[in-house]
C-alpha cells in the first residue's frame, strides 16, 4: 500500500557532494518522522540524520556540519544534502519513515538502500 523509493547514491571522490532523496507512495495520510541510516560493511546501521515533521532536527556527531536533512511534506519526500564527503562516509544509505496510512495504520516503513561511494 506504501513504498518508499530512494535515489541519489552513486560514487563521488572524496570532498565531493552527493543528494539523496526518498519518496513515498501510496495510500498516505502523514508522515510523522523522516530519517536516513547508513550501514557500512562489517558494521551496524546507524542513525545519520532524522527530521520531525515540524522541522526539527537531529545529526549523528560525524556528520554535523557536513550533511543536512529536508523534508516536502507536500510531496512525501526527504533529501540527505551530503557535503564534504569522506571515505568513512561509504555504505548503503537507507531512508526510513514513519507513516499514518488513510486507514489509520501506522507503519514503520525503509527504503530498497542506496550505495554511496566515498573514493579517489
Known amino acids: 500500500q506504501v513504498q518508499l523509493v530512494e535515489s541519489g547514491g552513486g560514487l563521488v571522490q572524496p570532498g565531493g557532494s552527493l543528494r539523496l532523496s526518498c519518496a513515498a507512495s501510496?495510500?498516505?495520510?502523514?508522515?510523522?518522522?523522516m530519517g536516513w541510516y547508513r550501514q557500512a560493511p562489517g558494521k551496524e546501521r546507524e542513525l545519520v540524520a532524522r527530521?520531525?515533521?515540524?522541522?526539527?532536527?537531529n545529526y549523528a556527531d560525524s556528520v554535523k556540519g557536513r550533511f543536512t536533512i529536508s523534508r516536502d511534506n507536500a510531496k512525501n519526500t526527504v533529501f540527505l544534502q551530503m557535503n564534504s564527503l569522506k571515505p568513512e562516509d561509504t555504505a548503503v544509505y537507507y531512508c526510513?519513515?514513519?507513516?499514518?496510512?488513510?486507514?489509520?495504520?501506522?507503519?514503520?516503513?525503509w527504503g530498497q538502500g542506496t550505495l554511496v561511494t566515498v573514493s579517489s
Open positions: 527530521i520531525v515533521r515540524v522541522g526539527v532536527t
Open positions: 501510496g495510500s498516505i495520510r502523514s508522515i510523522n518522522a
Open positions: 526510513k519513515m514513519d507513516v499514518v496510512t488513510t486507514g489509520f495504520r501506522i507503519l514503520e516503513l
